[in-house]
Every structure is written in C-alpha cells, then in structure tokens.
C-alpha cells in the first residue's frame, strides 16, 4: 500500500472544496433570498448563541460531514476531489472503509470548523452586532 503525498491529498482537498464553496454558495443565495423574504423570521432564529450554532451545524457543518462520508465508505472509495486526484481512502488493512470509520474521520475533519462556528456565537452579538469584533479575535492561533 502506498500512501499519498502531502501534494496529493492538498490538490484532492482543493477540488472537495470547490464542492464545499458551491454548497456555499447555495446556501448564501437562500439565506438572503429568506432575509429579503422573511427578515422578521430570520432574525428570530438566531435568537441564543446556542439555537445559532445548532442551526449552523444543521445547515452548513453537518451536509459537509456526510459528503466526506459518504463518498470515502462508497464503493469508488472516494468524495469527488480525491477521484479527481486519483486517491482513495482505505483502512489498514487496504480495505474500504466502513460508514462508521468514514464517519469518524470527517467528524476529526471538520471538529476544528464546528468549534470555530461556536465560538463565534458566543461573541455578543454576533452574527448581527452593530459593529465587527476586534481583529484580535480573528487571528490565528500559533
């Protein structure tokens, strides 16, 4: 068994991604066309750090998670980007993954994203505060 390259596994997340910024995309057309639509409804959705972050994880965190589960325990063994990239996702023994094992390694995947998401909740006011947080909340930890 041959293990991929930090190149190969970059350029297969590259291509994921561009699955992830569409799914984006989508999202953020019928988040403001409901904004525009039922800016009263919107509004009161996001009304606890708690309820926020639930509904982020419902509609953004948790449809990214099952594509990288389902498409590393399929048949092809692989999401969309790491077919492009020519790699597939095995267990130790060479084998396909199982749902549970693909399950797990998008959940140690995207854990940092959730965490960040709900960390941004808790800053007051967020997502709709008068003003922006200040940069120092936005670096990156070293």
């Known amino acids: 068994m041959v293990y991929a390259g930090f190149k190969a596994r970059l350029i297969a997340f590259a291509y994921d991604y561009l699955v992830i910024l569409a799914y984006l995309a989508l999202l953020t057309v019928i988040s403001i066309t409901f904004i525009i639509l039922m800016p009263q409804t919107i509004s009161g959705l996001f009304t606890s750090p708690l309820q926020s972050d639930f509904i982020t994880f419902i509609i953004l965190v948790l449809p990214v998670m099952?594509?990288?589960?389902?498409?590393?325990?399929?048949?092809?063994?692989?999401?969309?980007g790491k077919r492009k990239a020519g790699l597939r996702v095995v267990n130790q023994n060479g084998s396909k993954v199982t749902r549970s094992q693909a399950f797990i390694r998008s959940l140690a995947k995207l854990l940092p994203w959730q965490l960040a998401h709900t960390g941004l909740y808790h800053i007051p006011g967020w997502p709709l505060a008068p003003e922006s947080p200040s940069p120092l909340l936005s670096l990156p930890l070293l």
């Open 66 to 80: 099952l594509y990288f589960t389902v498409g590393e325990s399929s048949p092809q063994m692989a999401t969309w």
